[in-house]
């Protein structure tokens, strides 16, 4: 019996310029490398969303706070839950923790850390610790306070990252999963006017890679827990770049392939999407392609479930664009025409699941 296609949504974040929609959602052509669009969500700027680990519930970034939804797994569409307040300005980024217990919101406007506690129904809750980043950046004249660019914990469920572009430095917070508390306890010091922007790490946890936006590169760390304290080494640096490049880009995203054996950043101003290898053995990643992508702006960009697609989100240009891959060859071929999506921001897939209730 031939085995059944597995079946994807994806879901693109904007921000809404005119149109009050601003979650769009897509069905995944798997084999021709395409998005169709399936459904669209009323809320304005959403600017981040993300999914819970148990793969139940999206939530989503808006102009007042944080919004909840619950992903019908048959279908892919989203129902609202509910809405809550960071009693902050609008966030540009979030994640739960790994028991989807808690959810930290990062706030680049006033350099804010917001935590709220989880629902069982997926619901948000209460504020449980809100944190100010404090201080004054590297370039003055750009960014007068921290910008906190993105939060993320650790795999082992024990402390919570918070990259500040603005500061050049990502904290590191012991995180309190019973009261949902932070406690600053170390800092990872970025190069001068590199910005930090976002942190991932390998599924296995051992390995944590920040991309800079200012100065396109990633650094690679090693990470443990030594006698109940976090230990990070950096251990390699790469370029988000072509050797050629002349230079005022800015790097964007970061995303792992489903597999874990590659990662793909994006490069504004050179309008390009690079992709590495990476060795889980050293956690170095060895840089495989950097080629354009027929748009300006790329604020994002994934691989398709089946790693053989890549969608490219370009903010300036309005565009999705859709691309075939062949990594051990080095190429990428533009695969139909472009998307017209208003200043998409972000990109996340989801299985769907025809036996799910």
């Not at 936006?213 to 990070?232: A, C, M, R, T």
Request: net charge negative.
């Amino acid at each position: 019996m031939e085995k059944k296609a597995e079946k994807y949504v994806a879901y693109v974040s904007t921000y809404t310029m005119g149109d009050d929609h601003g979650i769009k959602i897509y069905d995944v052509d798997m084999e021709n490398g395409r998005f169709i669009e399936k459904d669209q969500v009323k809320i304005t700027n959403s600017s981040y969303v993300t999914i819970s680990h148990n793969q139940k519930f999206l939530y989503s970034i808006t102009d007042t706070g944080v919004e909840s939804y619950k992903i019908n797994h048959h279908t892919g569409e989203l129902a609202v839950i509910n809405h809550a307040s960071i009693h902050g300005m609008r966030g540009c980024y979030l994640s739960t923790d790994y028991q989807d217990e808690f959810l930290f919101v990062a706030g680049y406007h006033d350099g804010k850390l917001t935590v709220l506690r989880l629902h069982e129904d997926g619901g948000i809750g209460e504020i449980t610790d809100e944190v100010f980043h404090k201080g004054l950046g590297s370039i003055a004249e750009r960014n007068f306070r921290p910008h906190i660019s993105c939060v993320k914990m650790t795999r082992d469920n024990k402390y919570l990252l918070a990259a500040d572009l603005g500061m050049d430095h990502v904290n590191v917070y012991r995180f309190n999963s019973g009261t949902g508390k932070v406690k600053l306890i170390d800092v990872i010091r970025s190069d001068i006017e590199s910005a930090p922007r976002h942190v991932k790490f390998t599924k296995d946890g051992k390995f944590l890679y920040i991309v800079h936006e200012l100065k396109n590169i990633i650094d690679v760390y090693s990470y443990q827990e030594i006698k109940g304290n976090p230990e990070f080494e950096e251990i390699q640096t790469v370029s988000t770049l072509n050797d050629y490049h002349a230079g005022g880009s800015a790097a964007c995203a970061l995303n792992f392939s489903s597999d874990d054996n590659y990662l793909i950043s994006s490069n504004a101003g050179d309008n390009s999407v690079v992709v590495y290898k990476v060795d889980h053995e050293t956690g170095e990643l060895e840089k495989k392609l950097c080629l354009p992508i027929s748009g300006d702006y790329p604020k994002d960009a994934n691989f398709f479930p089946d790693m053989r697609h890549i969608v490219s989100l370009n903010h300036e240009s309005n565009t999705m664009t859709f691309f075939t891959v062949d990594i051990d060859k080095g190429l990428l071929v533009m695969k139909g025409k472009e998307i017209p999506v208003d200043k998409p921001n972000c990109v996340i897939f989801q299985k769907l699941d025809e036996k799910a209730d």
